[in-house]
Every structure is written in C-alpha cells, then in structure tokens.
C-alpha cells in the first residue's frame, strides 16, 4: 500500500440502491512517475489473498450506441462472491500514463445472481459515463 500512499485522487464510495443491493467504487489517480504503479493495483493482486479466481475475461459495456471494453473477474471466498469491473482511464488520447491515469474498479455481490449483478454495474456506469470517445492507436 506504500506505492498509494501519494495518489493525486482517491475515490472510494458505497451505493445502495432501493432494493438494498450494494455497488462499491474505487478509483484512484495519479500523473507523472507515481502513476506507473497503478498499473500494479489490478484486482488480481488485490483480491489474491483471501479470494479464488473463478472467472475471468473482457466486457463490452454499451453506452448509448458505442461501448467499452472492462476487464471482469468473479471472486469468490467463504460465503461470499462478487463481479468485478476493472478498467484505465488516460487523461490523453495518447494513453501516456506520465499525462495522468486513472484505474477504475467498480463491484457488486452476487446474492442474487450474476446477471443481475452485471445489470446493475452496466446500469451504473452508464449513470458515470455519458459518451464514449473515438480513439486510435495509430
């Protein structure tokens, strides 16, 4: 944790929707050379200890009629079982981490099936994000 100890943001929130069921947001940011190790905060290194892997692949969020791509894993420990979203934010549309990063984590519990939590973190970063930019690699 000494690598986050200096981020330029640190977001960490709880929703809960009317029905009871609960969103965890993470994210956290940083420019220069201290956002290098962000690419060391992936939810494989954080949820490792405690948590077995069960799943993991890439998802296309839509948001109104384009989509982006979030890295999704499902968690499991005694008891207990999430889907999480993991997913990078550049502050240039030349992806250089140096220019400022943000790495995004967004996770729900299972308790009542993964469909429905996957509408549910589908649902919410659509409430995040309005659009999607174009973007190039070359």
Known sequence: EALYAQPDLVLRR??????GHVLWLTVIA?????SFHLFEHTPEICYGGSWRAIHEDIRRIEIKGNWVAVK????EQ???KQVVY???????????????IATWRLYADFSDGSESAEERLAGFINL???EVLPWHRF
């Open 78 to 80: 005694p008891g207990q």
């Open 72 to 75: 999704r894993g499902v968690y």
């Open 86 to 100: 993991h997913w990078y934010q550049w502050n240039s549309p030349a992806r250089d981490a140096e220019q400022g």
């Open 14 to 19: 709880r929703y809960t929707n009317p029905s």
């Open 30 to 34: 940083s420019h220069g050379a201290k």
């Open 128 to 130: 995040l994000f309005d």
